[in-house]
């Protein structure tokens, strides 16, 4: 009998996990508004019209009746309390209600690292565009409930700063504004998976983005090239990170910065999956290890601790306006690269001022790094 899952959300970014999650032989139950455009659904096994921000009894109520063993949402955060209703209606893992508080949002996160002693930058929340600003330039401007680079601007000084708490205000549901210090340095995520409370470090990305003031990111390489010792402080912190918000259940994506002292610096983390093919494709191109098959053990609680391959790197680029030049003929020609895993062009060549503007990628996997 086929295990049966539940997967909150089913548009154009959940392609890949869905298509994993089929090809591992689970019952896919999904739930997403049909006014939305989801293409998952020619996947699932069975759809849905629900929202999860109104329909979380509904969702459940269908879970239990067609005896569902688990529910995810993949790499959204914004669907995650209705995940951890559902979970928890279902008996199956997530993480715990003093969890869900202190991972609200960036700012209740910052409090409890704060609080634990993990290092990360000075920060601040405002409510306000009156409000006064009290970390000294250049500062990050960002909504605090929000991702996908989505309203981030690096402001140096206070011309700047009233265009971008704007920008950051209408990116934000619950109308909260982190302001922080600007880290100069390397940038890099950690993904990682947590089950009962143990968790387990799979992978550190190296992070390539658009210069100020928005950093969208244009290409991720695994795994990231530091020395040992950078390794370890990554690694180290990421854990003693968990542990103070204490993550249980859940995949983890860490953003973390480094700075010229070789200091790591926690900048924010989501008890999810990273998306940009990260989590779907490059952990398991990079490492062996299936982060996805992983999420789904842990989600209906038959997890089994990860088993590593052979070392590969991996990594994707992304294409808009500044990287047409380079990466456009890779993926119009990718029957000719033998490292090019897959290609796709979505959308339109343009100006980005957040990851959602970016039109296409290609995901490569080699045993060298590939640099354009």
């Known amino acids: 009998m086929k295990t049966k899952i539940a997967v909150i959300g089913a548009n154009y970014q959940f392609l890949s996990f869905y298509k994993q999650a089929k090809a591992l032989g689970y019952e896919i139950y999904s739930f997403a508004r049909a006014i939305d455009d989801n293409p998952c659904w020619e996947i699932a096994d069975h ?4 929202a999860f921000s109104t329909d979380k009894e509904e969702i459940l109520e269908i879970c239990k009746k067609e005896g569902v063993q688990g529910v995810t949402s993949f790499l ?24 869900q508080a202190i991972t609200a949002n960036k700012y209740t996160m910052r409090e409890q690292m704060r609080k634990c002693g993990v290092s990360i930058p000075a920060y601040q929340a405002i409510h306000s565009k009156s409000e006064q600003v009290e970390i000294p ?23 700047e700063l009233e265009m ?20 100069v340095g390397r940038e890099f995520s950690v993904e990682s998976i947590s089950y009962k409370g143990k968790h387990f470090v799979l992978q550190i990305t190296d992070k390539v983005t658009t ?30 990170m968990l542990d103070a918000l204490k993550i249980e259940n859940s995949a983890g994506h860490t953003e973390i910065k480094m700075d010229t002292n070789g200091i790591p610096y926690i900048i924010e983390m989501g008890p999810r999956m990273g998306g940009d093919y990260i989590s779907s494709d490059l952990v398991r191109l990079s490492t062996g290890y299936d982060f996805v098959k992983g999420l789904l053990e842990v ?7 990860p088993v590593f391959g052979e070392t590969k790197r991996s990594g994707v680029f992304f294409l808009c306006e500044v990287t047409k030049d ?38 490569y996997q080699s045993d060298k790094r590939i640099e354009l």
């Open 326 to 363: 380079k990466v456009l003929p890779y993926i119009q020609d990718k029957d000719k690269y033998p490292f090019i895993v897959d290609a796709d062009i979505w959308g339109e060549i343009q100006p980005v001022k957040c990851n959602s503007d970016r039109g296409g990628y290609f995901i």
């Open 47 to 50: 759809h849905y019209d629900c």
């Open 76 to 99: 959204l955060e914004s669907p995650l309390p209705c995940v951890y209703y559902v979970a928890e209606g279902l008996g199956s893992p997530c993480n715990s209600k003093e969890c």
């Open 211 to 240: 210069e100020a003031p928005y950093f969208v990111e244009l290409a991720h390489h695994q795994p990231a090239d530091l020395n040992e010792k950078q390794r370890w402080d990554i690694t180290n912190l990421t854990l003693q």
């Open 164 to 183: 971008a708490l704007v920008r950051a205000f209408d990116y934000s549901p619950n109308q909260t504004v982190m302001i922080e210090q600007f880290i």
């Open 137 to 159: 330039y250049p500062i990050i401007v960002k909504p605090a409930d929000s991702g996908g680079s989505r309203g981030v601007t690096l402001v140096k000084n206070k011309e």
């Open 299 to 305: 989600a209906t609680g038959r997890f089994v601790e």
